[in-house]
């Protein structure tokens, strides 16, 4: 699990979705009350199963040399109130947090966007670090959401999944579907596409490839 | 074929028209009424000539142990019904993929458009996967038409070519002017060129350079 | 020294901060009224410790085989001036030199920018090389300022920091957040962050953060 | 001389001012009425020494296995026309491409551009390939211009040095300026650099700097 972790990091390195050390992953440990996430202040290039560190679901530290990310509380609230997520990533990426400057939601007139999220993306409170308050914004706008993704205003990006590399996934998708939006949006608007239409792509990409293997 | 069109999909990422596994190239056997194209869910790292996998003309697995792309069905209404076509390429490229949302065709106001594409680069219409719509759809706009690609409304790009390294080709330009008319259109409007130099750009490149090697 | 301030302009690369030879490093040597330069005019992938250049804090050369940069007047006046800074940075980056290129200052409208940077980035003055102009310029508009880093009209960007690695974090930051509030600004006005949460936000990133490791 | 010329394309590849093989560096043999050229249709990862063309200032070939590229008519008339310059580059890079297609120069509002190109990069005449109508359009342009490259109309850039690397090298300045003004514009008007300022910046950096080495 350490190992799918730091490895799984190297994704938001290949796809431009951090600088620096701005932002992380974390995994659930399968069948315990723990998960696995970055350390704090340790670069990209440094990351190894070895120290990657272990919290409990209260983002105590259990086990590892360095203190965990400085977003683990957003990242333990997640785990504690949304049993089926078994991954989350946070990342600053560009155009995601562009939107999330502006609070505004990515509309869905994308296919991919449709097939991903099952609609628009869309956006979380303003909430400052330090307590609870980020991890009841990702939770109250993602529950019952099709988006595996929410833009938390003014700050960034929060992603979830079934396990930590849909999670990493749907933080690629997010960012690639700000840009494209974007891009369209400065040209001119882009042509809405039918919600029967969206339904049919979500339904479609969620079961008959969940029953394979993803696209 | 399976080696060039396994090695071709590192042109993808190279050129960062793909994220994730949302992209694929495939390329008709010679002689025969097959195609090799990328399986679905293998990521780009993955790719080998092993697990390629090959099709008939209707979309079905004839010879692999992996899934074909979920875009299968689009490619092999292609090659059904473009008999000149041996290669065929799918990218939700960003550039591309906003003229896409608006459903706008990319303007011709740039020498290398007029040399390689002949023209605007035109849109197909918005279709749903799960049948041959999308294929119709690629097929209806590019059937005599100079342009080797179709901006498939609201989805992403398809381009066709001789062969798989062509279409390829078609790909990577067609986000490379996707890109730079958008940047100009920017601020403000692009000179058009006049008809009489894009049909004399467009008849030296595809014939006079044709005779020799590409440039 | 040598080694760190040579090894750290593999950043600047590394996040596109720079294109040829345009951008430096400096690192001021602890205990000493010297400090660490890149050599002018040799490229990135050339830099070794052993050419490096060291300079007294008037700028001149005291050590190495190579000129010093050709901005080594500015880094040198705010040794001078700014006992506290160890370590300077210069680029040319693309988004923060558009901001410097309109003489606007950024604007604090994303939680990383509280963070690192306290408030808004801010501008400083036109000027030209050859003198104390450009230092003074830096020292001015950062003495007293939360910013680490300051636009130079119609220039580019001078960081400061406790060491050359702090200042290359800052440079790094500056062109990230510069990036991100251009996009969100092109398609609309970003919300604000009220004072007090800019506020509240730098206090514990300086101070909590600041007592164990850099997030 | 090969070597040289061939190693330099690796640079337009670095810094992603090409894509396929649209793009090309020249260098004339010192002392002699040749100059070596990328050959025609040979992507850069396959470009060593052996495979340069070698042409004589008319164009024709006189040593190598490939066509030349399919620009050489207008390296040539460039050497033939201004015996002061040892390199020529063409590219299509994006931002240099999209003020080219708006038929717009690149106003200098960076000191970057001041010390380099001495003022605005001037735009070039709309000409076909196929003749002398190229080089006549960027020689016309050039001569007794500051500027060491200009946009031709909807096509792309040529630039030109003292030898090929100042060539390559104003190459990759052209376009970092044409990005950065281009998203300096993107939100409003650039403040004006006064011409003696630009004058002098220009005179500082071509002979203070230009005795030692570049900066």
Chains 1, 2, 3, 4 share one sequence.
């Not at 190992?3 to 050390?21: C, G, M, P, Q, S």
């Not at 983002?59 to 991954?87: C, F, I, K, Q, W």
């Not at 529950?143 to 938390?152: E, I, Q, T």
């Not at 849909?166 to 998708?173: F, L, Q, S, T, Y």
């Amino acid at each position: 699990m350490r190992k799918i972790v730091a490895d799984l990091h190297a994704e938001l390195v290949r796809y431009n979705l951090v600088v620096w050390t701005a932002g992380n992953v974390s995994g659930r440990v399968p069948g315990e009350d723990l998960f696995v996430i970055k350390p704090s202040g340790v670069s990209y290039d440094e990351l190894t199963p070895e120290n990657m560190v272990v919290c409990d679901l209260d983002g105590n530290l259990v086990e590892g040399g360095h203190a965990p990310s400085s977003d683990t509380a957003a990242h333990a609230y997640v785990y504690r109130n949304m049993p089926e997520v078994g991954g989350v990533v946070h990342t600053h990426s560009t155009y995601a947090s562009a939107w999330a400057a502006r609070g505004e939601a990515i509309p869905c007139v994308l296919t991919a966007m449709a097939d991903e999220f099952g609609g628009e993306i869309p956006i979380g409170p303003f909430a400052l670090i330090g307590d609870d308050s980020i991890g009841q914004g990702i939770v109250e706008t993602l529950k019952g959401h099709r988006s595996k993704a929410v833009l938390m205003q003014n700050h960034g990006v929060f992603s979830i999944g079934k396990d930590a590399k849909a999670a990493v996934k749907a933080a690629v998708m997010c960012e690639d579907v700000a840009r494209t939006v974007h891009v369209a949006r400065q040209l001119g608007d882009p042509l809405p596409i039918a919600q029967a239409d969206i339904d049919s792509l979500y339904d479609r990409y969620q079961n008959v490839y969940g029953q394979r293997s993803p696209r």
